[in-house]
């Protein structure tokens, strides 16, 4: 079992940025897909960015191509995701996910993501 815990959400006036860090625990996700996904209220839940084990291949969201950018850290149980440009339409409870399967895939289908954590408010005001 994996278990992720996001932070680094908050308030941010729009054009600002924020760091959102996502740890886990429980078994290294150094061979693992990882996933960002947000759900803004009254919304489904929507893929913002993934990278695949190594590193070496990302994919985004339109939306947020050119502003996000996901980073696996140093340490081997670290994500990041720096979100730079800030729009109010970014306001949502990001997730942080992570993927078993076996492939050198970013993958930005939910279904491909067993594990989850439990979300950080990130909040962009106007």
């Not at 590193?55 to 720096?82: H, P």
């Amino acid at each position: 079992q994996v278990q992720l815990v996001e932070s680094g959400g908050g308030l941010v006036q729009a054009g600002g940025s924020l760091r959102l860090s996502c740890a886990a625990s429980g078994r290294t996700i150094s061979s693992y897909a990882m996933g960002w996904f947000r759900q803004a209220p009254g919304k489904e839940r929507e893929f913002v960015a993934a990278v695949n084990w190594s590193g070496g291949s990302t994919k985004y969201a339109d939306s947020v191509k050119g502003r996000f950018t996901i980073s696996r850290g140093n340490t081997k149980n670290m994500v990041y995701l720096q979100m730079n440009s800030l729009k109010p339409e970014d306001t949502a409870v990001y997730y942080c996910a992570a993927s078993s399967y076996a492939s050198s895939t970013a993958y930005s289908s939910d279904s491909m993501y067993p594990y989850w954590g439990q979300g950080t408010q990130v909040t962009v005001s106007s």
